[in-house]
């Protein structure tokens, strides 16, 4: 579930169900005011609500201060081990400080820091590190650590609530996609603060962006996560900031820029469409709107399942047609559809989003595709769409679904004589498979 309290950071809102927030953080040296804006300006461009910088010096918290003042989108301060760089940052005017309480010098530290922020009306974003657990949870790490990890991060929630101090939110940070996804279900469960979600030191931009994926959508899509922060190892931080949307496109839970549709390809393709696809993807990072693109490799199936798309096109050997909404617009040489494809997507815009239809050409490529399609090949779709059909149709499947979603504790020993097992999150962090809580 959402969280229930919201905090402001900057004007973007954080928690208590609105839309989740995007945020990244910057790679350069903070200080490097040139690098650093540059950079920030780019991930701003590219969807970021919010980014962060590290404070690791002096001269950083200085930075902060232009920073602060020229970014277009809030800055939060990262700060490690140092509570006096913390209070610089909020002095600095820093939209939001992030700190691991357990890292900055005793509780002493902690309660200053605190009693600045509130004077400033500064969130906090506090967190938990699996690396950095407190001595006395070693041992429940070693045994349960997702128990160690929520009991940490409750801890310092306990902290922060006994300095009267509610304006925060709360992140546990992990390396493990299991671990990430049990204890952020348990402690949302525990807690009414926004969570910051995010899988730590992910790794490059292939695998960590698919370890996100996994650990971030799980997490959304059950409703937990206020904001998110992707991490890969790539010094472009607008690479972060894309696949955070794109899990947040695909979960439908934000829309921002188009939506590009494009088949698996098989044996039937004739052209070069990873290049194509490649093209169409790269020119729609132009384009703001959500228009959903279409791009198939084959025109054997018709227009098929991209009926729906705003534009697409569909290929062959020599020659290609551009369609909308299912309907077939022009055919072109194949080597032009990519060029063809924008000019119509122009057209619709210059016409205030209105498809221009020629019907000589429209007619031209009707015949086309009649001639193109095939009615009686199996194809991937076709495949697709038939056992789909065929599942709906069959009532031993729905008899078997049915067993399966019963509760496991209703489920008596099966053939084998065996007892349904009754998976307990909170002892195993791979246990926890429910999709959604009910
Ligand atoms: S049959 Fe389907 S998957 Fe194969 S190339 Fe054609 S559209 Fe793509």
Not at 10 to 19: D, K, M, T
Not at 195 to 208: I, N
Not at 398 to 410: F, I, N, R, Y
Request: proline share 5%; glycine share 8%; charged share 25%.
């Amino acid at each position: 579930m959402a969280s229930k309290l919201q905090i402001d950071v900057g004007g973007v809102p954080i928690g208590g169900g609105v839309p989740v927030a995007v945020q990244t953080m910057t790679k350069t040296e903070t200080a490097n005011l040139a690098a650093t804006m540059d950079q920030i300006r780019t991930v701003a461009d590219a969807g970021a609500d919010i980014v962060r910088v590290a404070v690791p010096r002096e001269q950083d918290a200085e930075a902060l201060k232009t920073i602060v003042a020229s970014s277009p989108i809030p800055v939060v301060a990262d700060i490690h081990f140092n509570h006096t760089l913390a209070l610089k940052a909020i002095e600095a005017g820093a939209h939001c400080v992030r700190l691991n309480p357990g890292n900055i010098g005793g509780p002493e530290k902690v309660a200053e820091v605190i009693a600045l922020a509130k004077r400033t009306g500064t969130p906090l974003r506090v967190g938990v590190n699996s690396g950095s657990l407190p001595k006395h949870l070693r041992q429940l790490e070693y045994d349960n650590p997702v128990e160690a990890l929520v009991t940490a991060a409750i801890e310092t929630v306990a902290l922060m609530e006994q300095l009267d101090f509610q304006n925060f939110k709360v992140s546990m940070k992990s390396t493990s996609v299991p671990n990430t996804i049990a204890s952020n279900r348990m402690l949302s469960e525990r807690i009414p603060y926004p969570l910051h979600l995010g899988v730590t030191e992910a790794g490059t931009k292939w695998s960590g962006s698919l370890k996100s994926a996994v650990g971030l959508g799980t997490l959304l899509a059950d409703g937990i996560g206020d904001t998110i922060r992707i991490s890969l190892s790539t010094f472009h931080a607008e690479e972060e900031v894309k696949v955070a949307w794109e899990i947040l496109k695909a979960l439908k839970l934000r829309e921002r820029g188009p939506v590009l549709i494009a088949c698996p390809t098989c044996g039937r393709l004739q052209f070069d469409m990873d290049t194509v696809v490649a093209e169409v993807e790269r020119r729609l990072e132009a384009y703001e709107d959500p228009v959903e693109v279409s791009v198939l490799g084959c025109a054997v199936n018709g227009i098929g399942e991209a009926r729906h798309a705003d534009f697409g096109i569909t290929g062959a050997k020599d020659m290609g047609m551009i369609y909308s909404k299912g309907e077939p617009l022009k055919k072109v040489p194949t080597e032009q559809l990519v060029d063809e494809l924008f000019k119509e997507i122009d057209r619709y815009y210059a016409a205030g989003r209105k498809v221009q239809r020629d019907e000589g050409a429209a007619a031209e490529a009707r015949a086309w595709l009649a001639e193109n399609e095939d009615a009686t090949a199996m194809t991937p779709e076709r495949i697709a769409s038939l056992e789909a059909a065929a599942a709906e149709s069959d009532a031993t499947a729905d008899a078997v679904l049915d067993s399966m979603l019963e509760p496991a504790g209703a489920v008596g020993p099966g053939p084998g004589g065996s007892a349904a097992v009754e998976l307990d999150e909170s002892v195993s962090p791979v246990a926890g498979r429910r999709f959604s809580r009910g």
